[in-house]
């Protein structure tokens, strides 16, 4: 799941972040992800593992790091299976 | 203006009524009365005074900003529903007829129009970034600036404190992280500290922009976590939902990395601002002491007047 992700950000034009030296529980905003960047990032995920983020999710937290991202999104496409 | 009832549409019948607003047939667009500017006037002068000490350069903007600009800010990644982009007419002859053919129709004509190269200003401080970076580094004190700037943002409203078009008064501080939290923390104290001398019931809250969409309650989420955006809140038109008047905001370095504002040593400015919601300040007056402003009490009169 998390080289999955890992790979799927790291083509994204939008996020400018070197995903493929970024440990799992690395912080991404310490890299240098920005709020704008962080949106890019939720579309992206949504579009591709077909899952929508509740609201309650959409915090800095979810995203701050590869580790966070797969376990919400494990968590979400759980619940959709 | 009873005191106790507290709706919109209640507080704008009265002041039609009063000759304090005037209709134009558009929800957020007023004229104002010489009572309703001279109130204005005054609030402006306390606040250039409050921030006499700090020696600012002071600019004042027109309604209309580069709509060049306007993009490179990122406005339309956050606020696209806010936005207002000026269009006119540029085609010839054959195209001027058929723009008033459409017209006689009673039809759509606007798709005849282009857009121009600029933008309506949705808050004062946006032109001031790529001018203030077109003079190269920023000195080591930072730089402050007192503006003033007409500001559009597309919400009609029934509500008198959401207007479409209204005015607003900055202080904008540019330079280190600290030199800009020092000087939102010195504001956040002397702005609250200005409403209470108008004996104005006021609070100060954490709060977040209006960001469009999902990913804007991500965005807004992002802002309350990292505590950037604090409003000082006056009830106006609700007690529950009390009116943003002052806003304290800290843009980290987003400016700064947008329009490469640095100081000699290539380290990237961060900013912050301090913005006075003019028009919703002379409301919250006018909703707490009374429709005539010669009878307010002589404490808040003697505040404004002094000036």
Same mark, same amino acid.
């Given at each position: 799941m998390i080289d999955q992700i890992r790979s799927l950000l790291e083509q994204h034009p939008m996020i400018p972040l070197n995903f493929g030296v970024l440990a799992d529980d690395a912080n991404l905003y310490d890299a240098g992800l920005t709020s704008f960047a962080s949106v890019q990032m939720m579309l992206a995920l949504e579009e591709e593992f077909d899952i929508e983020f509740p609201e309650a999710m959409l915090t800095r937290r979810t995203f701050s790091s590869l580790a966070n991202i797969a376990d919400a999104v494990s968590q979400l496409t759980r619940k959709a299976a | 203006m009873d005191?106790?009832?507290?709706?919109?549409?209640?507080?704008?019948?009265?002041?039609?009524? +009063?000759? &304090?607003?005037?209709?134009?047939?558009?929800?957020?667009?007023?004229?104002r009365s010489g009572a309703f500017e001279e109130v204005i006037e005054r609030f402006e002068r306390l606040v250039t005074r409050l921030g006499a000490p700090d020696k600012a350069t002071r600019i004042h903007f027109p309604p209309g900003m580069s709509r060049a600009t306007l993009e490179k800010s990122g406005y339309m990644k956050s606020f696209p529903q806010l936005a207002g982009c000026v269009h006119s007419f540029m085609g010839g002859e054959r195209e001027h007829a058929q723009l008033l053919g459409m017209m006689?129709?009673?039809?759509?004509?606007?798709?005849?129009?282009?857009?121009?190269? $600029?933008?309506?200003?949705?808050?004062?401080?946006?032109?001031?970034?790529?001018?203030?970076?077109?003079?190269?580094?920023?000195?080591?004190?930072?730089?402050?600036?007192?503006?003033?700037?007409?500001?559009? *943002?597309?919400?009609?409203?029934?509500?008198?404190?959401?207007?479409?078009?209204?005015?607003?008064?900055?202080? $904008?501080? &540019?330079?280190?992280?600290?030199?800009?939290?020092?000087?939102?923390?010195?504001?956040?104290?002397?702005?609250?500290?200005? &409403?209470?001398?108008?004996?104005?019931?006021?609070?100060?809250?954490?709060?977040?922009?209006?960001?469009?969409? *999902?990913?804007?309650?991500?965005?807004?989420? +992002?802002?309350?976590?990292?505590?950037?955006?604090?409003?000082?809140?006056?009830? $106006?038109?609700?007690?529950?939902?009390?009116?943003?008047?002052?806003?304290? +905001?800290?843009?980290?370095?987003?400016?700064?990395?947008?329009?490469?504002?640095?100081?000699?040593?290539?380290?990237?400015?961060?900013?912050?601002?301090?913005?006075?919601?003019?028009? *919703?300040?002379?409301?919250?007056?006018?909703?707490?002491?009374?429709?005539?402003?010669?009878?307010?009490?002589?404490?808040? *009169?003697? $505040?404004?007047?002094s000036v």
């Open positions: - | 005191a106790k009832t507290f709706d919109s549409k209640s507080l704008l019948d009265s002041l039609f009524e +009063n000759g &304090i607003l005037f209709e134009s047939g558009i929800d957020g667009l007023y004229g006689a129709d009673g039809g759509g004509w606007t798709e005849l129009q282009k857009a121009t190269d $600029v933008a309506l200003t949705p808050a004062a401080c946006y032109p001031l970034y790529p001018t203030i970076a077109a003079r190269g580094p920023v000195p080591a004190q930072g730089l402050l600036f007192e503006l003033s700037s007409y500001c559009f *943002r597309h919400e009609p409203s029934k509500d008198p404190a959401r207007m479409q078009l209204f005015r607003m008064r900055e202080f $904008v501080k &540019i330079g280190t992280a600290e030199q800009v939290r020092s000087f939102r923390e010195s504001w956040l104290k002397r702005g609250k500290a200005m &409403i209470e001398q108008l004996d104005l019931p006021c609070e100060v809250d954490l709060a977040n922009d209006p960001f469009f969409g *999902r990913g804007g309650k991500m965005m807004a989420n +992002n802002q309350r976590d990292q505590g950037l955006k604090f409003e000082l809140l006056i009830p $106006v038109t609700s007690i529950e939902k009390p009116t943003a008047c002052l806003s304290f +905001n800290y843009h980290q370095d987003h400016f700064g990395r947008t329009w490469g504002l640095k100081f000699a040593d290539g380290e990237l400015c961060h900013s912050a601002c301090v913005g006075f919601g003019l028009e *919703r300040v002379a409301l919250a007056l006018f909703r707490h002491h009374g429709p005539d402003a010669d009878a307010w009490p002589a404490a808040v *009169r003697d $505040v404004l007047w």
